[in-house]
């Protein structure tokens, strides 16, 4: 980890000394520098996706990865990174915003000097970005959490939903979409939906209350952090793992525990390594200007796919990556 | 005698409470049965210890807001401890989690105390501050459950005559309670301060020190729930126990706990946190509307509040005829 970071930082250092040292030498013209911006460093979803983007560089072979950011998540810190990227003249700046209206003069100034600018994971308003990358849409994430329960029931079976607050805009969406899909799983029966408002004891609880409604429940989908890993461990109190499985959407730091155990099959989350690697392709081909960011325009993500662009230029890469016991181990130190 | 007993406030608190697991056991059979009574008794063990604490901080007339962040610092430093060094034995981090509970509940009894600032305000305060610490000392990440020792999670489980400890621990704290506040010299002065005041001054209690003390033991119980629920529910985050605070004083209420102090009693504060814990297990497996469960809550609190005040003003006048028909 701390050696990836510090080739990704050397890396940066030596791309800067070059620039400086050659000027524009056929070197410096060559390689397509793109700057991947994060919302601060020493974050390891962000080290994930720096590594991703490195990956893209080594693919296409003329790029070059600019890894930075603020070193604490501020849209003041980043306007500072921006101002610097500008001067020492990047091709291309992706980031991660820490505030969707506050960068965007800065991205804006970097657009008039010629720098392709797009935003990742968390967006930046449409006047200051070209396009935006989401890690995925309610519709895949809505597809897949009904997907990991199913995965473990072939011959179908009860599951229950356990949401965080009833007003949560982005769960009731996840659970719309999940329900529109429920057709496709004709043995899959939604018994109940619960809300444990993202509260540990209040989810405990609740979980505690549906293995006591229906004792022949065999799944439990809680598409939000705090609750999946509540769930797991009443689960795991009850006696349960192996009867009931515990999935959804966690992260795998906070569920290697719950996997180990076995009251969680599987889970998912957006995989950081993809993104940062699909960014980094984005962001390589707009810059070479083999694409162009416009509704509806596909563009090529290398090994991801292709990104296609809605009205507000915005694509989402691909439905949440899957964790079980075999690469738990592996992600669990990183994000 | 008896006739008296059968009216206290405990006795119909303790009625509303059977009623209360009869309706539900209608609506939801085997809720009633002593496993599952034993589970909701385990699971409200750590709302039962809060209100206690806060049973002797209300009977001064004081306040304390600040038991929920009081928990939750204790509760992440702890963990933080178990997983940088796991050979540190458990017992010494619960030693480590009362005694920074009763720093913490000292910090508020001082400023009550000596700077005379009204209660409400100080632990207001403080229920921020020890809020904010806990974002300083783990910078926001999560302490999970792999992170922690086995022992660390394994002694709230740990069944002792098929109950848990994190339930013995309880009745130990409500035993020690009843002997507490009834048998000592500090256990009356929590009622004569919060009775009234001026005449405990006469008495030669020192209101702002009783009052103090009452700040202190709630923190050190806060400090060993703490450990108890991170342990119980096996991870730590900023946000733990968020809003709790005001279910303990809830239960208080419930309890007839008096907010204007001086009146209340361990028993009816046990059964007061009984109650809402009740409630709250009660809420997932009768089937109602979540959308309704807050609602619910708030209307049980409400109603056990205006039988407390009716049987409160009741007891007045009786006080009154018995005085006129003695004079």
New interface residues.
């Given amino acids: 980890m701390s050696f990836t970071r510090r080739f990704a930082i050397a890396t940066g250092v030596a791309a800067g000394m070059a620039a400086s040292l050659m000027g524009s030498t056929a070197l410096a013209q060559d390689n397509v520098r793109i700057a991947l911006v994060a919302k601060s460093l020493g974050n390891g979803f962000f080290e994930a996706a720096a590594r991703g983007a490195e990956e893209a560089a080594e693919e296409v072979g003329n790029a070059e990865i600019i890894y930075t950011g603020p070193t604490s998540t501020t849209a003041e810190g980043q306007i500072e990174v921006i101002n610097s990227l500008i001067a020492q003249r990047v091709d291309a700046i992706a980031i991660s915003a820490n505030d969707p209206d506050a960068v965007v003069p800065a991205l804006q100034k970097a657009m008039q000097r010629g720098i392709t600018v797009i935003s990742w994971d968390s967006g930046v308003a449409p006047e200051g970005r070209e396009m935006h990358l989401a890690p995925s849409s309610d519709e895949l994430i809505g597809q897949t959490i009904i997907k990991l329960a199913a995965d473990q029931l072939p011959d179908g079976g009860k599951v229950a939903v356990l949401s965080a607050t009833s007003t949560s805009t982005n769960q009731n969406t996840w659970i719309e979409e999940m329900k529109s899909v429920m057709d496709q799983y004709p043995d899959i029966e939604l018994v109940a939906t619960v809300y444990g408002d993202d509260l540990a004891d209040k989810s405990y609880r609740e979980t505690q209350g549906l293995l006591q409604t229906y004792p022949d429940l065999d799944a439990i989908i809680a598409p939000t952090s705090v609750g999946i890993v509540a769930a797991a461990q009443a689960v795991q109190d009850a006696g349960k793992v192996g009867e009931v499985n515990v999935t959804g959407l966690g992260l795998p730091s906070e569920m290697a525990g719950a996997v180990e155990s076995g009251a969680s099959k599987s889970f998912a989350i957006w995989n950081p390594v993809d993104l940062g690697y699909s960014t980094a392709m984005l962001a390589y081909n707009l810059a070479t200007d083999q694409a162009e960011a416009e509704p509806g325009a596909e563009i090529s993500m290398g090994r991801m796919g292709t990104a296609t662009l809605d009205d507000t230029n915005t694509a989402a890469m691909s439905e949440p990556f899957t964790y079980d016991s075999s690469n738990i181990d592996e992600f669990k130190d990183i994000f | 005698m008896i006739g008296q007993a059968l009216k206290s406030r405990e006795a119909i608190l303790a009625g509303a409470l059977i009623l209360l697991i009869i309706v539900v056991e209608s609506r939801?059979s085997?809720f009633a049965a002593p496993g599952?009574l034993a589970?909701v008794f385990n699971?409200t063990s750590i709302l039962i210890m809060l209100a206690l604490g806060q049973t002797l901080v209300i009977l001064t007339r004081c306040i304390d807001l600040s038991l929920a962040s009081n928990l939750a610092l204790t509760g992440m430093v702890t963990a933080m401890i178990n997983s940088a060094m796991p050979g540190v034995p458990v017992v010494a981090l619960i030693a480590i989690a009362v005694a920074l509970g009763l720093l913490m509940g000292a910090f508020n009894g001082i400023l009550v105390w000596k700077l005379d600032i009204p209660p409400i305000v100080v632990t207001l305060g403080t229920l921020t501050i020890y809020r904010g610490i806990i974002f300083v000392v783990s910078g926001g990440a999560?302490v999970?459950?792999?992170e922690m020792s086995e022992a660390y999670k394994a002694i709230p489980?740990f069944e002792i005559l098929s109950l848990p400890v994190l339930s013995w621990i309880a009745i130990a704290v409500i035993a020690a309670f009843a002997v507490g506040v009834n048998r000592t010299a500090l256990g009356r002065a929590f009622y004569a301060v919060g009775g009234n005041p001026s005449a405990a001054v006469y008495t030669g209690i020192n209101v702002g020190k009783t009052r103090f003390w009452a700040f202190v033991i709630a923190g050190g119980l806060a400090g060993l729930c703490g450990y108890l629920?991170v342990s119980r529910?096996?991870?730590a985050?900023t946000?733990?126990?968020?809003?709790?605070e005001l279910d303990v004083v809830a239960a208080c209420v419930i309890g007839g706990i008096s907010i204007a102090g001086g009146l209340g009693t361990v028993t009816g504060a046990v059964l007061g946190a009984l109650f809402l814990g009740t409630i709250?297990?009660a809420?997932?497996?009768v089937?109602i509307s979540?959308?309704w469960q807050l609602a619910i809550s708030g209307a049980a609190i409400i109603i056990a509040v205006a039988f407390n005040a009716r049987s409160e003003h009741g007891k007045g006048r009786i006080i009154l005829k018995k005085a006129e028909a003695h004079s």
């Fill in positions: 939801f085997g599952n589970g699971d999560w999970n459950s792999h489980r629920w529910y096996a991870v985050y946000d733990v126990a968020g809003g709790f709250k297990n809420l997932p497996v089937g979540p959308f």
